[in-house]
């Protein structure tokens, strides 16, 4: 048995420096009763992230710039609740899918995975992970102003590959695809 608690959240100060950045300070009290008065944490709203999968069998993921990394990154189709703009969840992923990859699907359509945590220490963010099958290419990409993304289409064993060599570094994907690798194919 643990003997770890929880710290106790004394107090937080919305700290942001943009609209963009939601960023709290925040004062905790350590079990041991010591005070931790600037321990500062992102809360960013959870995202989405989608594993579309093709009739054929091809896993979709898409190739984009990604500034905090610096990089061009591969990763699976992914966007930002926004409680303002969006009903839901699974309606952000419907939404997202189709705004990068082109490929509009049903609600009943997406299986709803899990969650998990992205930066346990530093942000609130948790990532909601979709699956969905036998997908098409029947819409057109739809994408913001500040994006340009391309499509790629893998293999299972392809997928494998990329992130074996390094090719796919993001930790999300990563993630993602290694739990529905492991529950679903």
């Given at each position: 048995?643990?003997?770890?608690?929880?710290?106790?959240l004394?107090?937080t100060?919305?700290?942001s420096?943009s609209q963009?950045?939601?960023?709290?300070?925040?004062k905790?009290?350590?079990?041991?009763?010591?005070?931790?008065?600037?321990?500062?944490?992102?809360?960013?709203?959870?995202s989405?992230?989608i594993?579309?999968i093709?009739?054929?069998?091809?896993?979709v993921?898409?190739?984009m710039?990604?500034?905090?990394?610096?990089e061009?990154m591969i990763?699976?189709?992914a966007?930002r609740?926004?409680?303002?703009?969006?009903?839901?969840?699974?309606?952000t992923?419907q939404?997202e899918?189709?705004e990068?990859?082109?490929?509009k699907v049903?609600?009943?359509?997406?299986?709803?995975?899990?969650?998990f945590?992205?930066?346990t220490?530093?942000a609130?963010?948790?990532?909601?992970?979709y699956?969905?099958?036998n997908?098409?290419?029947?819409s057109q990409?739809n994408?913001d102003d500040?994006?340009?993304?391309?499509?790629?289409?893998?293999?299972p064993?392809?997928?494998?590959?990329?992130i074996?060599?390094?090719?796919?570094?993001?930790a999300?994907?990563?993630?993602?695809?290694?739990?529905i690798?492991?529950?679903?194919?």
């Open positions: 048995m643990s003997n770890l608690k929880k710290w106790t004394l107090a100060e919305d700290v420096p963009w950045f939601p960023l709290e300070k925040r905790y009290q350590m079990p041991n009763g010591k005070i931790v008065d600037d321990f500062y944490v992102t809360t960013l709203e959870d989405v992230h594993v579309p093709t009739k054929e069998g091809k896993i993921l898409i190739r710039y990604k500034q905090g990394a610096d061009i990763q699976f189709p966007g609740f926004e409680a303002k703009k969006h009903k839901n969840k699974l309606e992923a939404l899918l189709e990068e990859t082109g490929i049903k609600a009943e359509d997406l299986e709803y995975v899990g969650k945590a992205l930066m220490t530093k609130s963010e948790y990532a909601h992970l699956l969905v099958r997908v098409e290419f029947n990409q994408l500040n994006e340009e993304i391309e499509i790629l289409q893998l293999w064993d392809e997928v494998d590959q990329y074996l060599e390094g090719k796919i570094a993001d999300p994907a990563i993630t993602n695809w290694y739990l690798k492991n529950k679903y194919l």
